[in-house]
């Protein structure tokens, strides 16, 4: 009888070790990732999400050797089983944390950067015209089809990276602290076509205030400003879908290089 019951137990522990690598997987993934990892989200059904997600992906994993659960092997597993979701997630992430930036730098640039409401998302105040940039980036990715994508890239990371103890490496994560400097880099030309209409713009009122010193400036160039400001705005958000898509198509093939998929 306790044959049985350890042989049962033993058939029960393997069975269930690939559903717990990709449920691992997954719940990293959901703690970060655009779109799926929102705070708005409730952990409830992210917790639902992630289950359905691991009875799905789990059978498609590559069969890997039994290891201890009370093992060091085990802990290193699980460590790097989140540690290739929160990658994942955090890739993408960069992608509108540059429209964040962008956001701001033209903000401040036409005198809008007092004008600041509570992002639901980060839980902490940021400019309007950052949040519009969000929420015209977040429609660009659905548009897009990026959210399957990234659940695709998810799938195959399995095939790429099977779970075990060897995960990310050192030049994984070089190539994600690379991947960082997309958020200054990529916000700056984001914002680069309203910053430098906005400069010429203070440029022309500073040669207004020499040639007509009683002029009040700060009457007049600040609502100017803003004004010139929002139209500087709407003219370059055309060349914002095509940013955003760039953008994208290099988040995905950083995950590739990452996971080291080819």
Same mark, same amino acid.
């Given at each position: 009888? *306790? ?8 058939? &029960? ?13 997954? %719940?990293?993934?959901?703690? /970060? ?16 999400? +992630? /289950? ?8 498609? $994993?590559?069969?890997?050797?039994? /290891?201890?659960?009370?093992s060091a092997t085990a802990l290193l597993t699980v460590a790097q089983q989140l540690l290739i979701g929160i990658a994942i997630g955090f890739v993408v992430?960069? @992608?509108?944390?540059?429209?964040? =930036? ?5 903000? *401040? ?11 639901? *998302?980060?839980?902490?105040? $940021? @400019? ?8 015209l980036g977040m429609l660009l990715f659905l548009s897009l089809d990026g959210h399957l994508l990234l659940l695709g890239a998810l799938a195959d990371s399995?095939?790429? =990276? ?9 030049? !994984? ?11 200054? %880099?990529?916000?700056?030309?984001? !914002? &680069?076509? +309203?910053? @430098?209409?906005?400069?010429?713009? *203070? ?7 020499? !040639? !007509? ?14 004004? #010139? ?17 760039? #953008? ?5 093939? %950083? /995950?590739? %290089? ?5």
């Open positions: 009888m *306790n044959a049985l019951m350890t042989l049962d137990l033993g058939h &029960l522990t393997a069975g269930l070790e690939a559903y717990a690598w990709a449920f691992l997987r997954l %719940s990293g993934f959901l703690m /970060i990732a655009p779109l799926f990892g929102q705070t708005l989200v409730p952990g409830r059904v992210k917790i639902v999400f +992630a /289950i359905f997600l691991t009875m799905v992906l789990a059978p498609l $994993t590559p069969k890997m050797p039994f /290891i201890d659960p009370f992430q960069i @992608v509108f944390d540059a429209l964040l =930036l962008a956001g701001q730098v033209i903000a *401040n640039t036409m005198g809008l950067g007092f004008a600041t409401l509570i992002d639901p *998302n980060r839980g902490q105040s $940021t @400019v309007v015209v950052s949040q519009f940039f969000l929420v399995f095939q790429w =990276l099977p779970p075990g103890p060897d995960g990310l490496g050192a030049p !994984a994560f070089a190539t994600i602290a690379a991947w960082g400097g997309k958020i200054f %880099s990529a916000g700056a030309l984001i !914002a &680069l076509p +309203a910053v @430098v209409g906005l400069l010429l713009v *203070n440029l022309a009122f500073g040669v207004v205030s020499r !040639a !007509a010193p009683q002029l009040n400036l700060f009457a007049v160039g600040f609502p100017a400003s803003m004004v #010139l400001g929002f139209a500087m705005l709407m003219l370059s958000l055309p060349s914002l879908q095509g940013a955003v898509e760039r #953008l994208l198509l290099e988040a995905f093939m %950083s /995950i590739r %290089s990452i996971l080291g998929g080819h």
